[in-house]
């Protein structure tokens, strides 16, 4: 158990819908990383956010924003979305900004839009 | 941007060793980590290498060489366990911001 946790496990939705996943990052940790994991592929960077502050911007598609609240925990929103969603979603936390060496991983949510 | 490389799949059976590479091009390099995934799991962190030379850690070691932009990680007394994906990542620093970026992956399977 890393002890970052990451709500709903999993989500089944319809394409053109929107949701929001969930992620509570470890005790202490102020960085907060979201990855999206397609079949077969490496772990996409979407975006990081440091003590509420956006910090770093990969991959991120328009349809998916995120925020980082007071208590650090950190939501991710996916609208308009497409059957190519479907994927993992991983969060991740570290303690430092740049988190140079070790990233704890929250268990995921499978997303499967249909 | 930042790139990886490494094999897509390693077989080997118990009790051998095997060394999984991972090649990279990046700028800004801020050294190299390994990652562990089972099968539907939750990536769990292996290593991390900032300076060249070797790291050992338990029955897994990890090398680096930043004048090749190469590393591996290297696994000994292979157990049934370790079958696994296992992504090498490099973080690259980009306007103040450090960007991670994870290889593909390598598929390890283990054959008793």
């Known amino acids: 158990d890393s002890g970052v946790t990451q709500t709903p496990k999993h989500l089944i939705t319809a394409t053109g819908q929107r949701v929001t996943l969930r992620c509570s990052p470890r005790?202490?940790?102020?960085?907060v990383y979201w990855y999206q994991q397609s079949l077969d592929q490496g772990l996409q960077f979407l975006i990081q956010?440091?003590?509420?502050?956006?910090?770093a911007k990969g991959n991120i598609l328009e349809r998916f924003s995120a925020q980082q609240f007071p208590d650090l925990h950190s939501e991710l929103n996916l609208s308009s979305l497409e059957l190519g969603d479907s994927a993992l979603y991983f969060c991740a936390s570290s303690p430092s900004l740049a988190g140079l060496d070790e990233q704890f991983f929250g268990p995921g949510t499978r997303l499967t839009v249909l | 941007g930042q790139s990886l490389e490494q094999p897509s799949e390693v077989t080997a059976v118990e009790g051998a060793i095997v060394q999984i590479n991972c090649t990279y091009q990046t700028s800004g390099f801020y050294g190299l980590s390994w990652y562990q995934q089972h099968d539907g799991g939750a990536p769990t962190f292996l290593s991390y290498?900032?300076?060249?030379g070797l790291e050992e850690t338990g029955r897994f070691s990890s090398f680096l060489s930043r004048s090749d932009s190469y590393g591996y990680l290297l696994l000994q007394e292979l157990q049934m366990k370790d079958s696994a994906s296992y992504f090498c990542?490099?973080?690259?620093?980009?306007?103040?911001?450090?960007?991670?970026?994870f290889g593909r992956g390598t598929s390890l399977i283990v054959h008793p």
């Open positions: 005790s202490g940790d102020l960085s």
């Open positions: 290498n900032a300076l060249d």
């Open positions: 956010y440091y003590n509420g502050e956006e910090r």
């Open positions: 990542a490099v973080r690259a620093a980009s306007g103040g911001s450090y960007i991670p970026t």
